[in-house]
């Protein structure tokens, strides 16, 4: 079942991050911003809310239930081709790890696979967050 | 077989003689390198460009650039391209010059073909140990990278959520959902800030260890008298989880050299480990007991267990075994290499048995100390 309200046209995000305190204060930003938040704590079932909750956007965190949790999230939705018209979904990829995918492995072919629409870095500055996610779902 | 040989090696060889030239050739032809060679100086080094041999055999006295010229160029090409040196018996010491200015060997003139290919073959195989080391100075690099992005990765995540709260909240100002979470939240960052403490005194306890500040200290110790105090500790936290906890200890004497305190933070690491991921109704029991030759204790419990798969890796620095629907369960992800690291700084070894659903069973065992009228006076490790 779709998040989104087609009928307010009110947007969802999926946080898909296991700290549960970040996750509240994101959503509390999203939700006082008018949007429909949805969590998940692992890569695993943000994977199954994807599919159930078909969000306009995904914030996704990288370290999980691996190290490189995220990075396979984001490969599954965007390269797999299991998720069908969601594999368009953007994904906004935050970490507290300063360096994007591209700055990990400058020279991987793969990098291509992980990359996600943008990479933020914790804690997130909740203004330029908020424009970033405007920005995304108005495409 | 060495890997020039497996990989048809690459051989270039200088020398301005041209029976020399042929012989190389044909002696290393007839063992599988690929060969080719020049008559000067600047004709091989211009094809070592293009080549890229493995190894260079070089004469050191050609017309025109001498070998010593070429060994230095050869090197700034690729320094670690393997050169052999052929010399007569009257340039030895201009060998040895060579050997200094980083050949690898040197060839006297006349030599056997035998002699010809064991010294190529050996240079091969300096080639490839020395790729093999580079590769493993690279891989330990690489993980020694990621253990620190790791490791600051935990530490930040706590520091994370509570700037994030501080951050909403302010944004948040006077609005009217303002002061419920605003209550709510500073509860949180206690809890996380708390968290990032215990992380902060953990990761030194470990590096203390490591760094054999912590835990020299070596006297005997009766553990039938570090158990009950660490039993009586956990009973109210244990019983509010529904959980009972008890020591089981024998009315001889368990003692072992070692550091009281460092002893104590083992056991009790491993108590509070046994309630955590416990449940209620469950059973903690703590055992002692003297071995030939070692002190064996034993923490027991009927807890949630551990699976086969996270055995393996739960004394690594920061692995948190997963817990079922997600719960989480508050802890360092320190607490067992601290215990691993404790016990053998003591000489002994931590070991684990798990059963999924049924339980775990901790075993530490240390070596016990003489009791044969030894004066038990404190002696540096």
């Given at each position: 079942m779709p998040a989104t309200n087609a009928h307010s046209g009110t947007k969802s995000v999926l946080i898909i991050d296991d700290d549960p305190d970040f996750t509240a204060a994101v959503r509390a930003t999203l939700e006082r911003e008018g949007y429909a938040v949805v969590e998940a704590s692992s890569g695993a079932e943000g994977l199954r809310k994807l599919r159930e909750?078909?969000?306009?956007l995904v914030v996704l965190d990288v370290m999980m239930e691996s190290s490189t949790a995220g990075y396979g999230v984001n490969e599954l939705i965007k390269h797999s081709g299991e998720y069908d018209t969601l594999g368009q979904t953007p994904v906004i990829m935050v970490s507290s790890?300063?360096?994007s995918p591209d700055d990990l492995y400058p020279r991987a072919p793969e990098v291509d696979m992980i990359r996600p629409d943008r990479y933020l870095t914790k804690p997130l500055d909740i203004q330029k967050f908020l424009e970033i996610v405007r920005k995304t779902l108005r495409r | 077989m060495t890997e020039g040989l497996e990989q048809g090696g690459s051989v270039v060889v200088i020398d301005d003689d041209y029976a020399m030239r042929l012989s190389c050739d044909q002696t290393l032809a007839k063992v599988g390198y690929r060969v080719a060679t020049f008559e000067d100086g600047a004709r091989g080094l211009e094809a070592v460009g293009e080549l890229k041999p493995g190894l260079v055999v070089v004469d050191l006295k050609m017309p025109g650039l001498s070998g010593l010229d070429v060994i230095a160029r050869l090197h700034e090409i690729d320094p670690s391209i393997i050169i052999v040196v052929i010399t007569g018996y009257a340039t030895i010491s201009t060998a040895i010059d060579a050997m200094k200015a980083g050949a690898y060997d040197f060839l006297p003139k006349p030599f056997a073909p035998d002699e010809l290919r064991l010294i190529v073959g050996r240079g091969f195989e300096r080639r490839r140990l020395q790729r093999l080391s580079q590769q493993c100075e690279i891989d330990r690099e690489l993980q020694r990278r990621r253990f620190v992005t790791f490791v600051s990765h935990q530490l930040k995540t706590p520091l994370v959520a509570v700037h994030q709260y501080l951050d909403v909240l302010r944004q948040l100002g006077d609005a009217p959902e303002a002061e419920a979470k605003r209550r709510e939240w500073l509860d949180r960052c206690l809890i996380r800030t708390d968290e990032l403490r215990r992380l902060i005194d953990d990761w030194l306890t470990l590096a203390q260890l490591e760094g054999g500040s912590l835990g020299r200290r070596r006297v005997p110790v009766d553990l039938r008298e570090v158990i009950p105090p660490i039993v009586e500790t956990y009973e109210a936290v244990a019983t509010r989880d529904g959980i009972t906890v008890a020591a089981d200890l024998p009315t001889e004497p368990c003692i072992v050299r070692g550091d009281p305190t460092c002893l104590g933070v083992l056991i009790d690491n491993l108590v509070a480990n046994a309630i955590k991921y416990n449940r209620p109704g469950g059973r903690v029991c703590v055992r002692a007991e003297q071995h030939p030759g070692e002190i064996v204790v034993e923490v027991v419990d009927t807890g949630i267990g551990i699976s086969e798969a996270a055995l393996p890796l739960l004394f690594d620095e920061f692995f948190r075994v997963a817990q079922p629907g997600g719960r989480r369960v508050e802890g360092t992800g320190l607490g067992l290499p601290i215990c691993r690291r404790i016990a053998s700084e003591h000489g002994g070894v931590i070991d684990v048995e798990s059963t999924e659903g049924v339980g775990s069973r901790f075993v530490v065992r240390l070596p016990a100390a003489r009791t044969d009228g030894v004066p038990a006076q404190e002696q540096p490790a």
């Open positions: 909750c078909e969000p306009d790890i300063q360096e | -």
